[in-house]
């Protein structure tokens, strides 16, 4: 190998060796970092593995709502916030996107409700004042299904009552709402134990479809054949029987309510299955009504004013209602060229049956028929009476009036016609009119004219007798005063001579004494004048 021959001025420089390396060694410097990746991997790995589900739930609108900030709770704890708030596809909604912690994940299931939580005034009351200061949130209800689910439609109002609430759902079907919202109360006896959830109008327009939450224990207390009904507000029933006012609370009168009842006589059978539909009733009066099966109807004429009845009047016999008025009508008759007023009636054989001590069979349409014509016969009518004088509410009466005219029942007719007899009320206006009659016939003017001359006579009589009383108060008076004067001295006088230091005392007192010396000396010649009776014709022997 050659070299270069070296400048002599640069000898001094040393010459640098080449070094062949051994083996890879690693510095301490790159220690630190390699740490800080690991453990930064470690720490996203761990931020993966505990983060929790990402849903979405759609609102109608975000007021209140804002990204990061809004927190979503379940019982007042936080399980997760708002990330992401956007607009819809379709700009009708707004779509929240939320994560909750890993714990919630089981709870993400079909029937779980979320709504949005913050300051509201109701007619029920006022709920979620504390947002007016922590600012709105979102609120969980877990619900019960197994199905899982990531998304979500928001509720626009809270639920009534939370799923793990206990107690039973009902669903009942009434014709009309009243004033019933959602949170009205539910009733029984008085004592709220429910409350209604919601309410819709059916398809076709016909009825409500009100939704019920009761409370448990109370929900044991609803059957089958327990009634429910309206009672918003005041109930008041103007009928035969008087002026009834029925309510529940101040809160019904208020929100509305529903109330339920168990009639006493229904036959003891299990609790009712969720979700059983009841006919929802107006009142208390029609829910507690009797379902009547059998009905036989008929038509009854009157002669005089219906003024006073209404349709639902009852028809009694002997005060128990066994029937009530369906209809009142009005008919032209050619015969008579005059319009008259059906009634038709409904009656119900069955409430009489039930009442019977022994166990009545139901009896055929032949049966029926003899047995009302034999009824008839013997006095069976039809008569309006008035129930309450303060309300003059009419009802229909059936009862016997053997004096009646001879009818019968026309079968030919449908419905039949019942035989009627005049009322009471009318029967008393034509002896009042008759009344009415005969004093109109009275010469009243005649005994005006002799009442104003008795009149007269008295008046000349008080005149005369007035001026005797001014005679007796001018002469007789003051003799009269002179004589009791005199009266008065008479008697002082009479007073000193009967004192006891008085002289005519002084001598009765002497003459008593006198008279008793001579009573004494009677008794001793009586007394020997018996021992001896010679001395009359003798004298008295000398001792």
Request: hydrophobic letters at 45%; a positive charge.
């Given at each position: 190998m050659l070299r270069t021959p070296i400048d002599p001025g640069i000898s001094d420089i040393p010459e640098a060796a080449v070094e062949q390396k051994r083996g890879w060694t690693v510095s301490l410097v790159w220690l630190i970092p390699a740490v800080a990746v690991v453990i930064g991997g470690w720490l996203a790995v761990k931020a993966i593995q505990d983060r929790g589900p990402t849903i979405t739930i759609t609102?109608?609108?975000?007021?209140?709502?804002?990204?990061?900030?809004?927190?979503?709770?379940?019982?007042n704890v936080d399980v997760g916030v708002v990330k992401q708030i956007a607009i819809s596809a379709d700009r009708t909604r707004v779509v929240v996107t939320a994560e909750l912690v890993k714990q919630a994940a089981p709870y993400?299931?079909?029937?779980?409700?979320?709504?949005?939580?913050?300051?509201?005034?109701?007619?029920?009351?006022?709920?979620?004042?504390?947002?007016?200061?922590?600012?709105?949130?979102?609120?969980v209800d877990i619900g019960k299904s197994s199905k899982r689910q990531q998304q979500f439609t928001g509720l626009e109002v809270a639920p009534v009552v939370g799923a793990d609430l206990p107690g039973r759902q009902f669903v009942l079907r009434g014709p009309e709402l009243g004033s019933l919202e959602i949170g009205s109360p539910v009733y029984f006896r008085r004592v709220q134990v429910g409350r209604v959830l919601a309410h819709e109008l059916e398809r076709d327009g016909t009825a409500v479809t009100v939704k019920i939450f009761v409370d448990a224990p109370y929900d044991q207390y609803v059957n089958p054949n327990t009634r429910f009904w309206n009672a918003s507000g005041i109930d008041v029933i103007a009928d035969a029987t008087g002026v009834k006012i029925h309510t529940q609370s101040v809160v019904a009168l208020l929100l509305g309510g529903i109330a339920f009842e168990t009639p006493a006589d229904s036959s003891v059978v299990q609790p009712a299955d969720e979700q059983h539909v009841f006919p929802l009733f107006p009142d208390h009066s029609q829910a507690m009504k009797r379902p009547d099966v059998e009905v036989v109807p008929f038509t009854m004429y009157f002669s005089e004013t219906l003024r006073g009845l209404s349709v639902g009047a009852a028809v009694d016999y002997s005060g128990v209602p066994i029937g009530e008025v369906k209809s009142i009508g009005a008919e032209f008759d050619p015969a008579t060229t005059a319009i008259r007023i059906p009634v038709e009636v409904a009656l119900y054989p069955e409430r009489l049956r039930s009442m019977s001590r022994e166990t009545v069979a139901k009896p055929t349409p032949a049966e029926r028929k003899a047995r009302l014509d034999g009824l008839v016969e013997a006095g069976l009518r039809a008569q309006l009476r008035t129930g309450s004088l303060l309300t003059n509410q009419l009802y229909v009466a059936l009862d016997f009036f053997p004096n009646a005219p001879k009818a019968k029942i026309d079968w030919t007719k449908t419905p039949p016609e019942l035989p009627t007899v005049h009322g009471g009320l009318q029967e008393l206006q034509a002896t009042l009119g008759n009344i009415a009659v005969k004093i109109e016939k009275l010469p009243l003017d005649q005994v005006a004219m002799d009442l104003r001359q008795a009149l007269q006579s008295l008046n000349r009589t008080l005149q005369s007798a007035d001026v005797l009383v001014k005679r007796l108060d001018t002469e007789v008076a003051p003799a009269a005063r002179e004589a009791l004067e005199e009266s008065r001295r008479t008697l002082k006088t009479t007073e000193r001579t009967l004192n006891t230091d008085g002289p005519l005392q002084q001598d009765l007192r002497g003459a008593l004494r006198e008279l008793t010396r001579a009573a004494q000396s009677l008794r001793v010649l009586g007394d020997y004048l018996a021992s001896h009776p010679e001395a009359v014709l003798l004298g008295k022997k000398r001792e």
């Open positions: 609102f109608k609108t975000a007021e209140g709502l804002e990204a990061d900030k809004t927190k979503i709770k379940y019982k993400l299931v079909e029937d779980t409700r979320f709504w949005v939580v913050s300051a509201h005034i109701a007619a029920g009351g006022v709920s979620g004042l504390g947002t007016l200061f922590s600012g709105a949130y979102i609120g």
